[in-house]
Protein backbone atom coordinates (compact mmCIF):
# COMPACT_ATOMS: atom_id res chain seq x y z
CA UNK A 1 0.00 0.00 0.00
CA UNK A 2 1.09 3.49 -0.48
CA UNK A 3 2.86 5.30 2.44
CA UNK A 4 0.91 8.30 1.59
CA UNK A 5 -2.24 8.62 3.79
CA UNK A 6 -4.85 10.16 1.48
CA UNK A 7 -4.13 12.32 -2.14
CA UNK A 8 -6.30 15.65 -2.53
CA UNK A 9 -6.20 16.41 -6.10
CA UNK A 10 -5.95 20.12 -7.20
CA UNK A 11 -9.61 20.04 -7.75
CA UNK A 12 -10.80 19.96 -3.57
CA UNK A 13 -11.97 16.54 -4.56
CA UNK A 14 -13.12 13.76 -2.20
CA UNK A 15 -10.00 11.86 -0.62
CA UNK A 16 -9.25 8.63 -2.72
CA UNK A 17 -9.69 5.80 -0.44
CA UNK A 18 -6.92 3.56 -2.20
CA UNK A 19 -4.11 5.42 -1.23
CA UNK A 20 -4.89 4.97 2.65
CA UNK A 21 -2.61 3.36 4.47
CA UNK A 22 -2.21 2.95 8.60
CA UNK A 23 -0.89 6.24 9.82
CA UNK A 24 -3.55 9.34 10.37
CA UNK A 25 -3.35 11.78 8.00
CA UNK A 26 -2.30 15.18 9.67
CA UNK A 27 -1.99 17.55 7.03
CA UNK A 28 1.05 17.58 5.28
CA UNK A 29 0.14 19.84 2.43
CA UNK A 30 -0.03 22.77 5.34
CA UNK A 31 3.17 25.23 6.34
CA UNK A 32 4.58 23.44 9.45
CA UNK A 33 5.14 25.74 12.24
CA UNK A 34 9.43 25.36 13.35
CA UNK A 35 8.03 26.36 17.24
CA UNK A 36 6.66 23.83 19.69
CA UNK A 37 4.00 26.72 20.77
CA UNK A 38 3.11 27.09 16.95
CA UNK A 39 3.26 23.44 16.29
CA UNK A 40 0.73 23.00 19.05
CA UNK A 41 -1.45 25.86 17.62
CA UNK A 42 -1.44 24.08 14.17
CA UNK A 43 -2.73 21.05 15.65
CA UNK A 44 -5.98 22.58 16.12
CA UNK A 45 -6.58 23.69 12.56
CA UNK A 46 -8.91 21.57 10.63
CA UNK A 47 -7.19 18.48 8.69
CA UNK A 48 -7.32 18.84 5.18
CA UNK A 49 -9.04 15.16 4.62
CA UNK A 50 -12.27 16.63 7.21
CA UNK A 51 -12.06 20.08 4.74
CA UNK A 52 -11.77 17.31 1.78
CA UNK A 53 -15.38 15.36 2.81
CA UNK A 54 -16.95 18.73 4.25
CA UNK A 55 -16.49 19.97 0.31
CA UNK A 56 -17.83 16.07 -0.79
CA UNK A 57 -21.12 16.14 1.81
CA UNK A 58 -21.84 20.01 0.91
CA UNK A 59 -22.30 18.75 -2.85
CA UNK A 60 -24.93 16.14 -2.14
CA UNK A 61 -28.81 16.21 -2.38
CA UNK A 62 -31.69 16.29 -0.03
CA UNK A 63 -31.41 12.36 -0.10
CA UNK A 64 -28.93 10.28 1.70
CA UNK A 65 -26.58 8.70 -0.35
CA UNK A 66 -25.23 5.33 1.22
CA UNK A 67 -22.14 5.21 -0.30
CA UNK A 68 -20.73 8.99 0.12
CA UNK A 69 -21.46 8.08 3.33
CA UNK A 70 -19.21 5.03 3.82
CA UNK A 71 -16.36 6.56 1.65
CA UNK A 72 -16.10 9.39 4.49
CA UNK A 73 -16.44 6.84 7.11
CA UNK A 74 -13.76 5.20 5.89
CA UNK A 75 -11.67 7.70 4.68
CA UNK A 76 -11.53 9.22 8.28
CA UNK A 77 -8.43 11.01 9.43
CA UNK A 78 -8.55 9.92 13.23
CA UNK A 79 -5.08 9.17 14.14
CA UNK A 80 -4.35 5.63 14.63
CA UNK A 81 -2.21 5.54 17.51
CA UNK A 82 -3.70 2.70 19.81
CA UNK A 83 -1.45 -0.52 20.15
CA UNK A 84 -1.50 -3.87 20.70
CA UNK A 85 -1.40 -3.79 24.37
CA UNK A 86 -4.00 -0.64 24.37
CA UNK A 87 -6.76 -2.92 22.87
CA UNK A 88 -5.39 -5.43 25.42
CA UNK A 89 -5.95 -3.46 28.41
CA UNK A 90 -9.69 -1.92 27.15
CA UNK A 91 -10.76 -5.22 26.26
CA UNK A 92 -10.11 -7.09 29.52
CA UNK A 93 -10.69 -4.30 32.13
CA UNK A 94 -11.75 -0.96 30.04
CA UNK A 95 -15.98 -1.16 30.80
CA UNK A 96 -15.37 -2.20 34.71
CA UNK A 97 -16.87 0.31 36.56
CA UNK A 98 -19.72 1.43 38.64
CA UNK A 99 -21.92 -1.41 37.06
CA UNK A 100 -20.13 -4.36 38.97
CA UNK A 101 -18.21 -3.09 41.74
CA UNK A 102 -21.33 -0.91 43.26
CA UNK A 103 -24.77 -1.90 40.85
CA UNK A 104 -24.33 -5.39 41.32
CA UNK A 105 -25.31 -4.54 44.54
CA UNK A 106 -28.60 -3.48 43.47
CA UNK A 107 -29.17 -6.58 41.68
CA UNK A 108 -27.92 -8.63 44.53
CA UNK A 109 -30.95 -6.95 46.51
CA UNK A 110 -33.59 -7.34 44.05
CA UNK A 111 -33.08 -10.91 42.56
CA UNK A 112 -30.72 -12.82 45.14
CA UNK A 113 -27.29 -14.26 44.66
CA UNK A 114 -28.66 -17.19 41.87
CA UNK A 115 -30.23 -14.16 39.68
CA UNK A 116 -27.42 -12.22 39.97
CA UNK A 117 -25.15 -15.56 38.24
CA UNK A 118 -27.97 -16.41 36.29
CA UNK A 119 -28.62 -12.88 34.28
CA UNK A 120 -24.64 -12.28 34.44
CA UNK A 121 -24.34 -15.25 32.94
CA UNK A 122 -26.63 -15.00 30.38
CA UNK A 123 -25.88 -11.36 29.39
CA UNK A 124 -22.55 -12.74 28.97
CA UNK A 125 -22.85 -15.48 26.82
CA UNK A 126 -25.20 -12.50 24.39
CA UNK A 127 -21.83 -10.14 24.97
CA UNK A 128 -19.29 -13.08 23.88
CA UNK A 129 -21.55 -13.58 20.47
CA UNK A 130 -21.83 -9.93 19.96
CA UNK A 131 -17.42 -9.01 20.49
CA UNK A 132 -17.03 -11.61 18.14
CA UNK A 133 -19.15 -10.31 15.87
CA UNK A 134 -18.26 -7.00 15.91
CA UNK A 135 -14.91 -7.88 15.70
CA UNK A 136 -15.22 -10.18 12.10
CA UNK A 137 -16.78 -6.79 10.82
CA UNK A 138 -14.21 -4.13 12.72
CA UNK A 139 -11.30 -6.19 11.04
CA UNK A 140 -12.42 -6.10 7.76
CA UNK A 141 -13.95 -2.74 7.85
CA UNK A 142 -11.89 -0.60 10.62
CA UNK A 143 -13.77 2.33 10.19
CA UNK A 144 -15.30 5.70 12.10
CA UNK A 145 -18.10 4.85 13.97
CA UNK A 146 -18.19 1.07 13.77
CA UNK A 147 -21.46 -0.40 14.84
CA UNK A 148 -23.46 2.83 13.58
CA UNK A 149 -21.78 2.77 10.56
CA UNK A 150 -22.08 -0.83 10.16
CA UNK A 151 -26.05 -0.20 10.56
CA UNK A 152 -26.33 2.20 7.93
CA UNK A 153 -24.09 0.35 5.44
CA UNK A 154 -25.90 -3.45 6.09
CA UNK A 155 -29.52 -2.60 7.03
CA UNK A 156 -30.58 0.50 6.30
CA UNK A 157 -29.75 4.30 6.89
CA UNK A 158 -32.71 5.44 9.30
CA UNK A 159 -31.36 2.32 11.25
CA UNK A 160 -27.49 3.25 11.51
CA UNK A 161 -29.26 7.03 12.03
CA UNK A 162 -30.90 6.09 15.41
CA UNK A 163 -28.44 3.90 16.43
CA UNK A 164 -25.63 6.35 16.37
CA UNK A 165 -27.51 9.06 18.02
CA UNK A 166 -28.72 6.05 20.48
CA UNK A 167 -24.86 5.32 21.81
CA UNK A 168 -23.84 9.07 21.61
CA UNK A 169 -26.92 9.52 23.79
CA UNK A 170 -25.93 6.86 26.27
CA UNK A 171 -22.52 8.19 26.74
CA UNK A 172 -23.86 11.76 27.06
CA UNK A 173 -25.54 10.96 29.74
CA UNK A 174 -22.80 8.19 31.68
CA UNK A 175 -20.12 10.97 31.31
CA UNK A 176 -21.77 13.56 34.27
CA UNK A 177 -23.50 10.10 36.20
CA UNK A 178 -19.49 8.92 36.35
CA UNK A 179 -18.38 12.26 37.57
CA UNK A 180 -21.07 12.78 40.12
CA UNK A 181 -19.73 9.04 41.28
CA UNK A 182 -16.20 9.76 41.32
CA UNK A 183 -16.96 13.11 43.77
CA UNK A 184 -19.33 10.49 46.08
CA UNK A 185 -16.35 7.76 46.44
CA UNK A 186 -14.67 10.97 47.76
CA UNK A 187 -16.79 11.74 50.82
CA UNK A 188 -15.66 8.39 51.86
CA UNK A 189 -12.43 10.27 53.51
CA UNK A 190 -13.45 13.99 53.16
CA UNK A 191 -17.64 13.84 54.11
CA UNK A 192 -17.41 18.06 54.54
CA UNK A 193 -16.34 19.07 50.93
CA UNK A 194 -18.97 20.25 48.81
CA UNK A 195 -19.02 17.76 45.98
CA UNK A 196 -19.08 20.04 43.52
CA UNK A 197 -14.97 20.80 44.40
CA UNK A 198 -14.33 16.84 43.34
CA UNK A 199 -16.65 17.14 39.95
CA UNK A 200 -14.79 19.94 38.90
CA UNK A 201 -11.20 18.33 39.21
CA UNK A 202 -12.21 14.83 37.89
CA UNK A 203 -13.83 16.76 35.13
CA UNK A 204 -11.06 19.12 34.18
CA UNK A 205 -8.93 15.35 34.35
CA UNK A 206 -10.76 13.94 31.98
CA UNK A 207 -11.15 16.60 29.81
CA UNK A 208 -7.01 16.92 29.44
CA UNK A 209 -6.67 13.41 29.17
CA UNK A 210 -9.39 13.18 26.20
CA UNK A 211 -7.55 16.51 24.42
CA UNK A 212 -4.40 14.49 24.19
CA UNK A 213 -6.46 12.79 21.30
CA UNK A 214 -6.45 9.24 21.05
CA UNK A 215 -2.83 7.98 23.04
CA UNK A 216 -3.90 10.19 26.01
CA UNK A 217 -7.24 8.06 26.07
CA UNK A 218 -5.32 4.73 25.39
CA UNK A 219 -2.56 5.64 27.71
CA UNK A 220 -4.73 5.90 30.31
CA UNK A 221 -6.93 3.39 29.58
CA UNK A 222 -4.40 1.21 29.86
CA UNK A 223 -3.19 2.49 33.57
CA UNK A 224 -6.96 2.50 34.41
CA UNK A 225 -7.46 -1.26 33.30
CA UNK A 226 -4.53 -2.27 34.67
CA UNK A 227 -5.54 -1.37 38.25
CA UNK A 228 -8.71 -2.49 38.27
CA UNK A 229 -7.59 -5.97 36.77
CA UNK A 230 -5.28 -6.53 39.49
CA UNK A 231 -8.07 -5.16 42.43
CA UNK A 232 -10.35 -7.87 40.89
CA UNK A 233 -8.24 -10.77 40.70
CA UNK A 234 -6.86 -9.58 44.24
CA UNK A 235 -10.86 -10.08 45.67
CA UNK A 236 -11.09 -13.16 44.29
CA UNK A 237 -8.18 -14.43 45.81
CA UNK A 238 -9.46 -13.22 49.16
CA UNK A 239 -13.21 -13.74 48.60
CA UNK A 240 -12.03 -17.67 48.80
CA UNK A 241 -9.87 -16.82 51.71
CA UNK A 242 -13.52 -15.51 53.65
CA UNK A 243 -15.85 -18.26 52.62
CA UNK A 244 -13.43 -20.32 53.26
CA UNK A 245 -13.32 -18.82 56.78
CA UNK A 246 -9.84 -18.04 56.88
CA UNK A 247 -11.19 -13.85 57.67
CA UNK A 248 -10.04 -12.39 60.84
CA UNK A 249 -13.52 -13.03 62.30
CA UNK A 250 -13.68 -16.47 61.17
CA UNK A 251 -16.30 -18.93 60.77
CA UNK A 252 -16.98 -20.92 57.28
CA UNK A 253 -19.21 -19.23 55.21
CA UNK A 254 -19.55 -21.60 52.40
CA UNK A 255 -23.36 -21.50 50.42
CA UNK A 256 -24.61 -20.39 54.15
CA UNK A 257 -26.22 -17.32 52.29
CA UNK A 258 -27.66 -19.25 49.60
CA UNK A 259 -29.84 -21.36 51.89
CA UNK A 260 -30.74 -18.16 54.20
CA UNK A 261 -31.87 -15.90 53.39
CA UNK A 262 -32.01 -17.90 50.22
CA UNK A 263 -30.43 -18.30 46.61
CA UNK A 264 -33.59 -16.30 45.03
CA UNK A 265 -35.47 -13.01 45.73
CA UNK A 266 -38.87 -11.89 44.12
CA UNK A 267 -38.61 -14.66 42.27
CA UNK A 268 -38.77 -14.67 38.22
CA UNK A 269 -39.61 -11.43 38.42
CA UNK A 270 -36.20 -10.45 40.78
CA UNK A 271 -34.36 -12.37 37.88
CA UNK A 272 -35.57 -10.46 34.73
CA UNK A 273 -34.94 -7.27 36.88
CA UNK A 274 -31.00 -8.13 37.33
CA UNK A 275 -31.32 -8.03 33.46
CA UNK A 276 -31.01 -4.39 32.90
CA UNK A 277 -28.38 -3.87 35.46
CA UNK A 278 -26.36 -6.56 33.69
CA UNK A 279 -26.65 -4.58 30.37
CA UNK A 280 -25.07 -1.70 32.40
CA UNK A 281 -22.15 -3.73 33.84
CA UNK A 282 -20.90 -4.95 30.94
CA UNK A 283 -21.91 -1.59 28.76
CA UNK A 284 -18.54 -0.26 27.27
CA UNK A 285 -17.42 -3.90 25.70
CA UNK A 286 -18.17 -2.52 22.63
CA UNK A 287 -15.93 0.27 22.65
CA UNK A 288 -13.25 -2.39 20.98
CA UNK A 289 -14.62 -2.08 18.02
CA UNK A 290 -14.93 1.57 17.96
CA UNK A 291 -11.41 1.99 18.53
CA UNK A 292 -10.80 -0.12 15.81
CA UNK A 293 -10.31 2.69 13.31
CA UNK A 294 -7.33 4.37 15.37
CA UNK A 295 -5.78 0.94 15.42
CA UNK A 296 -2.19 0.44 13.25
CA UNK A 297 -3.29 -2.40 12.72
CA UNK A 298 -6.07 -4.25 13.29
CA UNK A 299 -5.68 -7.28 11.77
CA UNK A 300 -3.10 -8.16 14.55
CA UNK A 301 -4.34 -6.19 17.27
CA UNK A 302 -7.92 -6.56 17.31
CA UNK A 303 -8.44 -10.47 17.41
CA UNK A 304 -5.92 -11.30 20.26
CA UNK A 305 -8.40 -8.23 22.11
CA UNK A 306 -11.65 -9.42 21.16
CA UNK A 307 -10.37 -12.82 22.61
CA UNK A 308 -10.03 -11.53 26.12
CA UNK A 309 -13.60 -10.57 26.28
CA UNK A 310 -14.27 -14.34 27.67
CA UNK A 311 -11.80 -14.35 30.15
CA UNK A 312 -12.91 -10.61 31.50
CA UNK A 313 -16.67 -11.89 31.48
CA UNK A 314 -15.60 -15.47 32.98
CA UNK A 315 -13.38 -14.38 35.80
CA UNK A 316 -13.83 -10.60 36.59
CA UNK A 317 -17.69 -11.22 36.39
CA UNK A 318 -18.66 -14.59 37.37
CA UNK A 319 -16.25 -15.29 39.57
CA UNK A 320 -16.44 -12.68 41.19
CA UNK A 321 -19.99 -12.07 41.72
CA UNK A 322 -20.24 -15.66 42.71
CA UNK A 323 -17.81 -14.62 45.41
CA UNK A 324 -19.69 -11.83 46.63
CA UNK A 325 -23.00 -13.80 46.36
CA UNK A 326 -21.30 -16.45 49.23
CA UNK A 327 -20.14 -13.45 51.24
CA UNK A 328 -23.11 -10.62 51.24
CA UNK A 329 -26.96 -11.61 52.03
CA UNK A 330 -29.28 -10.30 49.88
CA UNK A 331 -31.23 -8.87 53.03
CA UNK A 332 -28.32 -7.11 53.76
CA UNK A 333 -29.74 -3.23 54.68
CA UNK A 334 -26.57 -1.54 53.33
CA UNK A 335 -27.23 -3.15 49.69
CA UNK A 336 -31.13 -1.55 49.68
CA UNK A 337 -29.43 1.96 49.47
CA UNK A 338 -27.66 1.05 46.44
CA UNK A 339 -27.25 3.59 43.32
CA UNK A 340 -25.59 4.37 40.23
CA UNK A 341 -24.09 6.87 42.39
CA UNK A 342 -23.22 5.54 45.97
CA UNK A 343 -19.99 3.98 45.77
CA UNK A 344 -20.68 3.11 49.81
CA UNK A 345 -22.96 0.41 48.90
CA UNK A 346 -20.58 -1.67 46.88
CA UNK A 347 -21.19 -5.16 47.85
CA UNK A 348 -17.28 -5.62 47.60
CA UNK A 349 -16.82 -3.42 50.11
CA UNK A 350 -19.31 -4.55 52.40
CA UNK A 351 -17.69 -8.07 52.31
CA UNK A 352 -14.32 -7.03 53.16
CA UNK A 353 -15.97 -5.58 56.02
CA UNK A 354 -18.22 -7.90 57.34
CA UNK A 355 -14.83 -10.03 57.64
CA UNK A 356 -13.77 -7.59 60.11
CA UNK A 357 -10.53 -6.60 58.14
CA UNK A 358 -9.27 -2.54 58.21
CA UNK A 359 -7.67 -0.60 55.89
CA UNK A 360 -9.12 -2.65 52.79
CA UNK A 361 -12.16 -0.61 52.60
CA UNK A 362 -10.65 2.25 51.73
CA UNK A 363 -8.25 0.45 49.38
CA UNK A 364 -11.39 -0.63 47.94
CA UNK A 365 -12.99 2.62 47.32
CA UNK A 366 -10.15 3.94 45.75
CA UNK A 367 -10.16 1.33 43.07
CA UNK A 368 -13.95 2.34 42.61
CA UNK A 369 -13.00 5.98 42.39
CA UNK A 370 -10.75 4.54 39.67
CA UNK A 371 -13.31 2.40 37.98
CA UNK A 372 -15.47 5.49 37.88
CA UNK A 373 -13.03 7.68 35.99
CA UNK A 374 -11.98 5.23 33.79
CA UNK A 375 -15.61 5.00 32.55
CA UNK A 376 -16.03 8.88 32.52
CA UNK A 377 -12.50 8.92 30.17
CA UNK A 378 -14.47 6.69 28.10
CA UNK A 379 -17.54 8.19 28.03
CA UNK A 380 -16.05 11.53 26.37
CA UNK A 381 -13.71 8.65 23.81
CA UNK A 382 -17.09 6.88 22.74
CA UNK A 383 -19.10 9.80 22.05
CA UNK A 384 -16.70 11.93 20.61
CA UNK A 385 -15.71 9.32 17.75
CA UNK A 386 -19.54 8.34 17.40
CA UNK A 387 -20.50 12.17 16.88
CA UNK A 388 -17.85 12.81 14.56
CA UNK A 389 -18.87 9.86 12.35
CA UNK A 390 -22.37 9.97 12.60
CA UNK A 391 -21.48 13.99 10.69
CA UNK A 392 -19.29 12.22 8.23
CA UNK A 393 -22.34 10.51 7.08
CA UNK A 394 -24.31 13.69 7.37
CA UNK A 395 -26.39 12.27 9.69
CA UNK A 396 -25.49 14.66 12.59
CA UNK A 397 -24.81 18.74 12.17
CA UNK A 398 -21.71 19.12 10.15
CA UNK A 399 -19.64 21.55 12.41
CA UNK A 400 -19.29 17.74 14.90
CA UNK A 401 -17.65 16.31 12.31
CA UNK A 402 -14.61 18.91 13.33
CA UNK A 403 -11.56 16.91 13.02
CA UNK A 404 -8.24 18.55 13.68
CA UNK A 405 -4.62 17.88 12.51
CA UNK A 406 -3.58 15.74 15.21
CA UNK A 407 -6.68 13.26 14.27
CA UNK A 408 -8.67 14.40 17.11
CA UNK A 409 -12.62 14.81 16.75
CA UNK A 410 -12.14 18.49 18.41
CA UNK A 411 -16.17 19.01 18.34
CA UNK A 412 -17.37 16.11 19.54
CA UNK A 413 -14.59 16.33 22.94
CA UNK A 414 -15.83 19.66 23.15
CA UNK A 415 -19.66 19.48 23.03
CA UNK A 416 -19.20 15.82 25.10
CA UNK A 417 -17.21 18.03 27.75
CA UNK A 418 -19.44 20.45 28.14
CA UNK A 419 -22.96 18.14 28.77
CA UNK A 420 -20.75 17.17 31.16
CA UNK A 421 -20.71 19.90 33.49
CA UNK A 422 -24.17 18.50 34.05
CA UNK A 423 -22.73 17.19 37.00
CA UNK A 424 -22.82 19.97 38.70
CA UNK A 425 -26.53 19.41 39.14
CA UNK A 426 -25.28 16.98 42.05
CA UNK A 427 -25.78 20.40 44.01
CA UNK A 428 -29.32 20.93 43.39
CA UNK A 429 -32.10 19.34 45.62
CA UNK A 430 -33.54 18.14 42.10
CA UNK A 431 -30.23 16.36 41.70
CA UNK A 432 -32.08 12.31 42.26
CA UNK A 433 -34.99 13.51 39.66
CA UNK A 434 -32.58 14.87 37.04
CA UNK A 435 -30.19 11.68 37.36
CA UNK A 436 -32.40 9.06 37.36
CA UNK A 437 -34.57 10.31 33.77
CA UNK A 438 -31.04 11.18 32.27
CA UNK A 439 -30.57 7.64 33.49
CA UNK A 440 -33.69 6.07 31.53
CA UNK A 441 -32.51 7.50 28.60
CA UNK A 442 -29.44 4.91 28.39
CA UNK A 443 -30.80 2.02 30.52
CA UNK A 444 -31.41 0.03 27.49
CA UNK A 445 -29.09 1.65 24.92
CA UNK A 446 -26.43 -0.98 25.30
CA UNK A 447 -29.11 -3.77 24.51
CA UNK A 448 -30.09 -1.87 20.98
CA UNK A 449 -26.36 -1.45 20.08
CA UNK A 450 -25.46 -5.25 20.73
CA UNK A 451 -29.04 -6.55 18.98
CA UNK A 452 -28.02 -4.40 16.05
CA UNK A 453 -24.31 -5.64 15.88
CA UNK A 454 -25.67 -9.08 15.53
CA UNK A 455 -27.92 -7.97 13.09
CA UNK A 456 -25.09 -6.55 11.04
CA UNK A 457 -22.76 -9.54 11.41
CA UNK A 458 -26.01 -11.30 9.75
CA UNK A 459 -26.67 -9.26 6.84
CA UNK A 460 -22.72 -8.66 6.25
CA UNK A 461 -22.49 -13.03 6.21
CA UNK A 462 -25.21 -12.78 3.67
CA UNK A 463 -23.74 -10.17 1.31
CA UNK A 464 -20.44 -12.02 1.52
CA UNK A 465 -21.69 -14.95 0.39
CA UNK A 466 -23.80 -13.61 -2.21
CA UNK A 467 -21.49 -11.87 -3.85
CA UNK A 468 -18.89 -14.65 -4.06
CA UNK A 469 -16.43 -14.43 -0.98
CA UNK A 470 -15.43 -17.48 1.04
CA UNK A 471 -14.83 -17.40 4.82
CA UNK A 472 -11.24 -17.87 4.01
CA UNK A 473 -11.04 -14.20 3.12
CA UNK A 474 -11.66 -13.36 6.22
CA UNK A 475 -8.73 -11.95 8.26
CA UNK A 476 -10.47 -13.08 11.95
CA UNK A 477 -13.65 -15.17 11.94
CA UNK A 478 -16.11 -15.05 15.11
CA UNK A 479 -15.82 -18.02 16.82
CA UNK A 480 -19.43 -18.20 17.65
CA UNK A 481 -19.81 -17.57 13.92
CA UNK A 482 -23.27 -16.38 12.41
CA UNK A 483 -25.43 -18.97 14.40
CA UNK A 484 -24.56 -17.32 16.97
CA UNK A 485 -25.10 -13.38 15.77
CA UNK A 486 -28.83 -15.29 15.95
CA UNK A 487 -28.52 -16.87 19.36
CA UNK A 488 -27.37 -13.04 20.41
CA UNK A 489 -30.17 -11.49 18.81
CA UNK A 490 -32.60 -13.55 20.01
CA UNK A 491 -31.16 -13.47 23.69
CA UNK A 492 -31.10 -9.04 23.49
CA UNK A 493 -34.81 -9.28 22.15
CA UNK A 494 -35.95 -11.92 24.54
CA UNK A 495 -34.04 -8.73 27.93
CA UNK A 496 -36.03 -6.11 26.24
CA UNK A 497 -39.08 -8.31 26.64
CA UNK A 498 -38.42 -9.42 30.28
CA UNK A 499 -37.41 -5.50 30.67
CA UNK A 500 -40.75 -4.47 29.13
CA UNK A 501 -42.48 -6.62 31.24
CA UNK A 502 -40.97 -5.15 34.95
CA UNK A 503 -41.38 -1.31 33.34
CA UNK A 504 -45.01 -2.39 33.33
CA UNK A 505 -45.49 -4.35 36.31
CA UNK A 506 -42.35 -3.16 38.44
CA UNK A 507 -41.47 -5.11 41.67
CA UNK A 508 -43.13 -4.07 44.83
CA UNK A 509 -45.52 -1.18 43.01
CA UNK A 510 -48.88 -1.13 40.83
CA UNK A 511 -47.93 0.00 37.26
CA UNK A 512 -47.33 3.78 37.04
CA UNK A 513 -46.17 5.63 34.42
CA UNK A 514 -43.40 7.18 35.66
CA UNK A 515 -41.55 3.63 36.17
CA UNK A 516 -42.41 2.54 32.99
CA UNK A 517 -40.47 5.48 31.42
CA UNK A 518 -37.69 5.31 33.70
CA UNK A 519 -37.36 1.67 32.77
CA UNK A 520 -38.11 1.68 28.63
CA UNK A 521 -37.80 5.23 28.33
CA UNK A 522 -34.80 4.46 25.43
CA UNK A 523 -37.11 2.47 23.45
CA UNK A 524 -39.36 4.63 22.32
CA UNK A 525 -36.71 7.51 21.96
CA UNK A 526 -35.17 4.79 19.42
CA UNK A 527 -38.26 4.50 17.50
CA UNK A 528 -38.86 8.06 17.27
CA UNK A 529 -35.53 8.48 15.77
CA UNK A 530 -35.77 6.11 13.39
CA UNK A 531 -39.18 6.79 12.17
CA UNK A 532 -38.11 10.60 11.64
CA UNK A 533 -35.32 9.80 9.46
CA UNK A 534 -37.15 7.19 7.56
CA UNK A 535 -39.69 9.77 6.76
CA UNK A 536 -37.28 12.47 6.22
CA UNK A 537 -34.37 10.96 4.04
CA UNK A 538 -36.67 8.31 2.26
CA UNK A 539 -34.17 5.86 3.35
CA UNK A 540 -34.88 2.25 2.05
CA UNK A 541 -33.38 -1.32 3.33
CA UNK A 542 -30.13 -2.19 2.34
CA UNK A 543 -29.55 -5.44 -0.11
CA UNK A 544 -27.24 -8.29 0.82
CA UNK A 545 -26.72 -8.49 -2.99
CA UNK A 546 -26.11 -4.68 -3.60
CA UNK A 547 -24.41 -3.70 -0.64
CA UNK A 548 -20.91 -1.88 -0.89
CA UNK A 549 -18.37 -4.68 0.29
CA UNK A 550 -14.74 -3.04 -0.81
CA UNK A 551 -14.83 0.77 0.55
CA UNK A 552 -13.12 0.76 4.08
CA UNK A 553 -11.52 -2.42 3.94
CA UNK A 554 -7.77 -1.99 4.87
CA UNK A 555 -6.33 -4.78 3.29
CA UNK A 556 -7.20 -4.77 -0.63
CA UNK A 557 -4.97 -6.57 -2.04
CA UNK A 558 -7.38 -9.93 -1.80
CA UNK A 559 -4.86 -12.69 -3.57
CA UNK A 560 -1.81 -11.76 -1.13
CA UNK A 561 -4.13 -11.48 1.85
CA UNK A 562 -5.48 -15.37 1.21
CA UNK A 563 -1.99 -16.14 0.81
CA UNK A 564 -0.89 -14.78 4.18
CA UNK A 565 -3.87 -16.13 5.47
CA UNK A 566 -3.47 -19.88 4.79
CA UNK A 567 1.00 -19.35 5.60
CA UNK A 568 -0.45 -18.08 9.32
CA UNK A 569 -2.55 -20.77 9.29
CA UNK A 570 -0.51 -23.54 8.47
CA UNK A 571 2.15 -22.73 10.78
CA UNK A 572 -0.34 -22.71 13.25
CA UNK A 573 -0.92 -26.31 12.67
CA UNK A 574 2.86 -27.14 13.09
CA UNK A 575 2.33 -26.05 17.08
CA UNK A 576 1.45 -28.14 19.97
CA UNK A 577 -1.73 -28.59 20.94
CA UNK A 578 -1.36 -26.37 24.16
CA UNK A 579 0.01 -23.19 21.66
CA UNK A 580 -3.34 -23.68 19.37
CA UNK A 581 -5.54 -24.00 22.70
CA UNK A 582 -3.87 -20.61 23.87
CA UNK A 583 -3.80 -18.92 20.39
CA UNK A 584 -7.66 -19.64 19.80
CA UNK A 585 -8.57 -18.41 23.48
CA UNK A 586 -6.15 -15.54 23.41
Known sequence: MSEKNYKIDNGGSAPSYETASDSAYIGEHAPVSTTVWGRFQ???????????????????????????????????????????????????????????FVNSGRALSSGGPASLLIAFGIIGIM???????????????????????????????????????????????????????????????????????????????????????VRGYGEAEFVFSLIKVVAVVGFIILGIVLTAGGGPNGGYIGGMYWHDPGAFNHGFKGLCSVFVTAAFAFSGTELVGLAAAETANPRKTLPSAVKQVFWRITLFYIVALTLVGLLVPYTSDRLLGASSVDATASPFVIAIENAGISGLPSVMNVVIMIAVLSVGNSSVYGCSRTLASLAEMGQAPKFLGYIDRAGRPLAGIIVTSIFGLLAFVSASPAEGDVFNWLLALSGLSSIFTWGSVCACHIMFRKAWKLQGHTLNELAFKAHSGVVGSYLGLLLNILVLIAQFWIAVWPIGTKPNAIDFFQAYLAAPV???????????????????????????????????????????????????????TYKFWC
Not at 45 to 74: I, Q
Not at 537 to 563: H, M, N, Q, Y
Not at 568 to 574: D, H, I, T, Y
Request: net charge neutral; proline share 4%; with cysteine.
Open 42 to 100: DSFKPNEVYLANSRMRESEGHNFDVEAATKRTAQSPLARHLKGRHLQMIAIGGSIGTGL
Open 127 to 213: LYTVVHALGELAVVFPVSGSFSTYSTRFIDPAWGFSMGWNYAMQWLVVFPLELVAASITITYWHPDVNNAVWVAIFWVLIVIINFFG
Open 526 to 580: VIVFYVFYKIWKRTKFVSPSECDLVTGRREIDIPALIEELEAERAALKQRNFFYR
